[in-house]
């Protein structure tokens, strides 16, 4: 992975840098002077060897003829200056017969032609060379059963050589017939340099276009994605904030019910302690009156009996109140785990949202039956009812404006798995309002006072903190039905 970095790297270095192009440009302008000159030379070896070939070519017809001559009778000619011209042709073509034993004296040979025919002896059968500016080929004349007939005299065996021919043709012929190929060669070589470099420079110049276009899309969508992040993050503070204001609502409104239901209660009793001591300053003054009856006396201590009696039950009820006021908000504030008993912590959501149902026809029901007592989080499960609660006030029944009644039935799902159904009878909700339920901010009463975060803390302490399920289910004029389940301790300090 790190070579294929490194060379995503080196390559993009390279498509951004023009300099680094004349590079590449170096080794095709290489490569295709390589080929110049290997084509060149080629040209120039192929007619060497069109050269040889058509010296050979003339020798056999050469050494043709003569055998043709020889196997009818020999052709006699005189020794004279017009014989010894016989074999040259005129034009650029000159052929010249020549030996070491010459029985014509215009056959002597020259010196190159003397060391060519020892190198016959030697063994060689055709020698070519360049001289200068004309090309020379010369081959061997072996002696064979025709040559005999002339030449036995001069002491000749079958296979002996008895000289050789050369032909000669100058070699600005020869140049002049490859000329053209060098010219195509060369302007093929240049045009595939332009068309190359044309096509390189115009694909490397697009691509680093690109690329750049490309990096500048990359940096402009990076600071999106930071600007976005950056927002992203300020929604997520925000909403956490709002979620706290809106938990600490929650508290508030469960602060001022719990007041308000404490305020009958202490009320009632501080009236009775007010009535008690009427009754006891009344009994003293009975007691200091010279006469006084039994039957006086008796409705006076009945009086204070019943005072006190009045005042005990109304502050016992408060202390209950004080008492379920304190594990509600110590729950919901502190977040720890603690023993509790389910049927109670019902009772104390219903006693902490008594102020807003007990002036509506709306009946609130626990279905709770024998369970053992329970370690966890019973903060986040208050937190779930007493919205659930809220939500279905002032939803389902219209700020308690319909009749109906919510059923909280829990029980064990399993050894360690506690499952609680909340189910009211209000008006329900629609497909589109069921299937956004639980998104952040969705209220179906937005201008009248709905957060739309009741329903999203739920499922957030549901799924988050409970670490358990949800599922609601909901038509209109069919009320809700919400499923949960979550596992949960047993407490440990029952037996």
């Known amino acids: 992975m790190k070579a294929e970095s490194i060379n995503a790297s080196l390559r993009e270095r390279f498509i951004k840098t023009p300099l680094w192009w004349a590079g590449l440009l170096m080794v095709f302008a290489a490569a295709i ?29 050469i050494q043709t003829t003569r055998s043709w001559i020889a196997g009818h009778g020999g052709v006699f ?70 040559c005999m007939q002339c030449h036995a005299q001069q002491g000749y065996q079958l296979g002996d050589i008895r000289g050789g021919i050369q032909i000669s043709q100058p070699a600005e012929r020869v140049f002049a017939m490859v000329a053209q190929q060098h010219r195509t060669n060369l302007i093929v070589h240049v045009t595939a340099f332009v068309v190359i470099m044309l096509l390189l420079g115009t694909s490397l110049t697009t691509i680093r276009k690109h690329v750049l276009q490309l990096e500048r899309e990359r940096d ?6 930071e600007l976005l992040a950056d927002k992203v993050a300020e929604l997520e503070a925000a909403q956490n904030e709002l979620v706290q204001s809106e938990k600490m609502a929650s508290l508030g409104r469960m602060v001022a019910g719990f007041a308000h239901e404490v305020n009958t ?29 039994e039957a006086e006396l008796r409705a006076g201590f009945a009086t204070l009996r019943e005072a006190s009696s009045l005042a005990l039950s109304n502050l016992q009820r ?7 006021f304190k594990r509600t908000s110590v729950d919901q504030t502190s977040g720890q785990e603690r023993d509790f008993a389910m049927a109670e912590l019902i009772d104390d959501v219903f006693r ?33 009812l007493n919205n659930l609660l809220m939500n279905s006030y002032l939803h389902a029944f219209e700020e308690g404006a319909r009749a109906g009644s919510i059923r909280i039935v829990a029980r064990m799902a399993a050894a360690d798995q506690l499952a609680i159904d909340y189910i009211d009878s209000g008006v329900g909700m629609d497909a589109d309002t069921l299937a956004r339920l639980f998104e952040p901010f969705f209220t179906t009463r937005r201008g009248k006072g709905g957060s739309g975060l009741g329903m999203y803390i739920v499922y957030n302490l549901v799924t988050q903190v409970l670490c358990g399920s949800l599922q609601c289910e909901s038509q209109p004029g069919q009320g809700l039905h919400c499923h949960i389940q979550f596992p949960i301790k047993r407490s440990s300090s029952v037996g």
């Open 220 to 225: 402009q969508r990076r600071k999106t994605a």
């Open 318 to 324: 408060a202390a209950d109140m004080v008492a379920s």
């Open 77 to 146: 000619a005189p020794d004279s200056p017009e014989l010894t011209n016989l074999l040259v042709r005129e034009g650029e073509l000159h052929i010249r017969l020549s030996s070491l034993k010459p029985i014509n004296p215009a056959n002597v040979p020259n010196a190159w032609e003397a060391a060519v025919l020892h190198r016959f002896e030697s063994g060689a059968r055709e020698v070519v060379e360049q001289d200068g500016a004309v090309f020379r080929y010369m081959a061997a004349l072996v002696v064979t059963e025709t």
């Open 265 to 293: 209660p202490v009320g009632v009793a501080v009236g009775a302690v007010s009535h008690t001591l009427e009754s006891l300053a009344q009994t003293e003054n009975l007691l200091d009156q010279e006469e006084v009856t």
């Open 352 to 384: 902490g949202m008594h102020n807003h149902f007990k002036r509506t026809a709306i009946e609130l029901v626990s279905d709770c039956p024998q369970m053992p007592m329970l370690h966890g989080l019973a903060g986040a499960l208050e937190q779930v």
């Open 33 to 61: 002077a390589t080929s110049y000159f290997w084509n060149a030379a080629s040209i120039d070896r192929h007619a060497h060897q069109m050269a040889e070939l058509r010296a050979r070519l003339v020798f056999n017809m």
